[in-house]
């Protein structure tokens, strides 16, 4: 018997350092990835620079915050880039109307998207995967039928949106910083939240528990849709146009990455708002630094990937004693 | 089919235990197949079978003793290296793959091939009907596996087993989804089999089928084995009290549960009332009511319906036929758990883990999971009603755990099932439906949940109490309904609950009452 | 074809499907068979008769549609998906799926005019030895390590598109294809058809073979239709998993590198959202992601249907190819609808 403890050891240590990383590793990497670019890169303390890096981050923070919930119930959703392109065309086919009816049509068209990819999850009982890969599919070719065209966008109610500041902090920045804190909220305080990590967790159980698992299912792609669509509106403010054709292209992979560097695992029953976030800032600190370093886009992307199995890694090795 | 001579056991277990967490499954068990014969094993659940089971199959390694094939001590490392020792298991559900045809099943790996090295599609279907008719099977093997009957497909699998050359063939409740003419076939092949020297191990609960077709029978209780010789020696009563680990002849009269019997005297209006409930082979007009401070039990085999009927009560099995009414409402069976739950009806689920427990979430999140929306206020969860319906009852059912934030999947298996009582007791109900609450649960948890069963029918709840311990059957209820193949095989009520009654109802032996009409009293 | 198509039962209770009611057995034996052979039809051939169909309509609506120059060009432009697809069709019957090949497509073709410096050979060799060993790790991370299939190849669709970028100067070179042999590769070909289209022919003819008729095949379908039985059956599970994504890297770096040898050079903007394409012609074409159905046949009608629709557009003249897109989603939701609704109604046991 002693000899077989001994000899669980360093199994044991080796689940628990895979345990640590997974809760705190991106916060770690994060935290290095600051220091060292406080010491090693030339004009990286700027807030010039900061404000560029959280400008650029924020529409994938505001998407992963929908696809961690997605995640969350053990499903993914694929059609987030194609839905912000759909957005951008709303915005650019109503914008005549003033910027607000046409945010409003962007973001309903992002809820009536998502809401057809739930209502195929839930209701219908395709796999998320294969349902809302049609929509990403369909939903962006909608969106180029609707706007064939690059279009420029002058509205100065809109444009304020994407350029605007309060206090030297971007709007588009503040309104990833509420959507996040909603988001925790959500998550943390609300019966819906605490819902859905339990159909993540286990959907039999829920069920016979009387939860209404699908329409929380739905729910939650409409959100993801919403969010998906908002963060459509603010990159389309900020580019000053609307672009259909390559907005949003491969944001589903940030998305993803983000929300699974962040912790959240792809089987569902646990959501960490703040570590998606997290992941996201990560991603985007990885590509700046490599860049200011001179190192190409390229090498950005491998690390990238790198990354990504090896979080994965991290977590599929979870309950393995 | 007396294969009885002092050969060499074709398949042995000889003194193997195996523990797992909390419970010691296997306790030096010992088991021995001889060449050619049809052997019953039979136990009630938790007895330790499908442990067994595995441990001959290469999924389970024992902690102690042996297992021999043919002699020779041997040690699985994988399922596959016990199929290559020539053991093969037929299970229902697994073993084949459903979609690709029946041929290719049959022959994966062995398909015959033409010159060029390629399958040969028409000697492949040509010898796979030949496979089937020498055991009496006629199906399309060119047909996908999956359109064939649940029967037919597990003559494949036999086949199969035959074909790749396997001495034993273990078959896991072969005939619990079978029509009576598809069980006949199937008796067929299996004595087919023993005709050719391979010995099977028959595990089932219809007892007819045991009489007909095993030679020999052994029977594990509690992870130990409580009987093994011929199987016709035995008669069906004196084979169901070992089963159910009572004696015919020494029931005592008071019992060790914490059960104290009486309840108040019952309202005379049934709270509960299921109506002919009906699903083709699994449930064949049951019919239970319950009255309020009344506990009902639901006695019966395993595979005769208990589960199914508790499922079917609160809509978690779609029904062909039947209705559910409490207090006089026929529920919706639209968005069936929902309703069940607002009715006040709710399920402890057999099945703690896959159906129970949400694993990932805390005992506190746990309890809390059904009742969230009591506990919230314009969908914002308020964490001090939490709090205190968490801790009201952590107390109550005495949970032990850490915290209330530690990890549901990190307690014992009592203190699971208590939380996933105080998840349905939040939620204030008029019925509760427990099925198996105290399996696989320690002794002092189990005498907990006992008296909290009756202390809440004491406060006015209707108990639907499923139990495969007899002894918890009899005393914890104040009426049992027996269940025998789908169907109510009798009730009883009063003086008549008492173990032999209950076994001889179970054994179809006519007493009670087989009209499965209404008792009162 | 006789291979294992339909329609799955529905796993997910584990439990015998509910029938009908009560009615007599053999009604219902009768009726189920009907339903069977209907439920078959429209799941492996569906995509069949739909093109048929179309095809038909296209030949009527427009005198443009059923001439010589326009199937050649259909059936040309639709060759690189279809040996894409061809893979990805053995991915997804072993219950897996391959994202990275549209990035596997560009690295091919870039390194195929790369390597067409150095002759024919190489040209071919150096796309095949690469996209095929990137094919195999992502094989070995799934199959032996387990990891998620989803995830391995998404991770492979960013790291391959940045090898992509590595070996290009970060897009900036293209490489222009030398060899005129290899050059040849993609623009002639016997008939007035090039030869990627005979390739994809003969390569979807030995892909038919590969999953009916040889061991490889029965094992890539036993482990999709159930992992633990094939198992125990004595499947290679982890060699098979790791076979399928080194065929599909190989085919999605051979079709790279053919498309490489129609434009002449290793364009680097190309094979964004193939992955989706691919996986799209091979779900219309019968299919199932829950793995263990489906066949090379229906994917080869998936992906001329996808060709058919889009041609069919721009027949139409004023319409943009992003139609296209919005019919093949549309059409993906239909068919993946129909293919719930089938398998619900199917259910026999």
Redesign the interface.
Known sequence: MAEAVAGRRPGLDRARVLAWAREYGVYVSVLALLLFNVVFTPNFVDPGNFRTQLVQVAPIVIVALGMALVIGTEG?DLSVGSVMALAASMVVLYLGYGPVPAVLVALAAGAATGA?GGA?VAY????P???T?????????????LV?QLKEISNPGLLALGSGSVAGVPYVVLIAAALTAVMAFVVRRTTFGRRIVAIGGNRTASELSGLPVKRLLLAVYVISGTLAAGAGVLATARLQAGDPTSLG?FME?SA??AV?IGGTP?SGGRIRVLGTVMGALLMQLLQATLIKHDL???????????I??AA??AA?NRGAR | MGAADAEIPVLEADGVSKRFPGVLALDEVSFALRPGEVHALVGENGAGKSTLIKVFTGAHRPDGGRVLVEGRPVAFGS??EA??AGISAVHQ?????????VA?NLL??R?PRTRL???D?PRLHAEAERTLAELGVRADV?A????L??GTRQMVALA?AVSVRARVVIMDEPTS?L?PREVETLFGVVRELRDRGISTVYVSHRLDELYQLCDRVTVLRDGRVAHTGPLAELDRLRLISLMLGRDVAEVRAGGVTRFSGEHAAAAEQPVLEARGL?????LNGVSVSVRPGEVVGLGGLLGAGRSETAKAIVGAL?L??GEVTVAGTTLRRRRPVGAAIRAGVSLLPEDRKAEGIVPGLSVRENIALAALPRLARAGLVSEARIDALVETFMRRLRIKASSPHQRVDELSGGNQQKVLLARWLAMNPRILLLDEPTRGIDVGAKAEVQALVDELARDGLGVLLISSDLEELVEGSDRVVVLRDGTVAGQLGGGEVTEDRIMAVIAGDGAGDPSGEERHG | M?????I??DGAT???A??A??SS?SADAGAAARR?RLGHLLQHHGASLVLLGLAVFGTVAFDAFATGANLRAIVVSSSFLAIVALGMTFVIISGG?DLSVGSLFVLGGVLAAYGSRAGLLAALALPLAVCGAIGLLQGV?IGR????P???T?????????????VSD?GATTYLVEDRAFASLGQDGPFGVTWPVWITVALAAAGV?LL????FG?NV??VG??E????????PVVRTKILVYLLSGLLAGLAGALNAARLSSGVTILG??LE??A??AV?IGGTL??G??GGVTGTMAGVLLLGVIQNLINQVGN??S?????????F??LV??AQ??LSRTQR??
């Open positions: 993914i057809v195929l219908v009982g395709v796999q995967i294969v349902a890969l049609a929509l990403l599919v369909g939903v962006r070719g909608l969106a180029n039928v064939p292209l992979l993803i990455t699974v792809l190409p886009q390229s090498w950005a992307q491998i690390v990238q990937a790198a990504i199995l994965v890694y599929g | 399922p596959l199929r290559r559900e697994v073993g084949l793959v459903p979609d690709m045809s290719r994966l790996g398909e090295g390629l399958i599609l060119r996908p596996l999956r359109t009957g649940v199969r989804s029509e009906t699903r083709r082979h699994v779609p062909d036929e | 006789t291979d294992p198509t339909a799955t039962t584990g439990r015998p509910p029938s009611g009560p057995p069977e799926i991370l390590l387990g990891m998620a989803f995830i391995v998404l991770a492979g669709l960013l790291g391959v598109r940045g090898l992509m970028l590595a970060e073979v009916q008729r040889t061991g029965q379908y036993a239709g159930n633990e039985a094939a198992s125990l059956m004595g499947v964004i959202g989706l394409d996986i799209a779900v992601l829950t263990g159905v319409l943009t992003a139609v296209q897109q919005v019919v093949s989603g549309a993906l939701v993946v609808v719930r609704v026999l046991t």
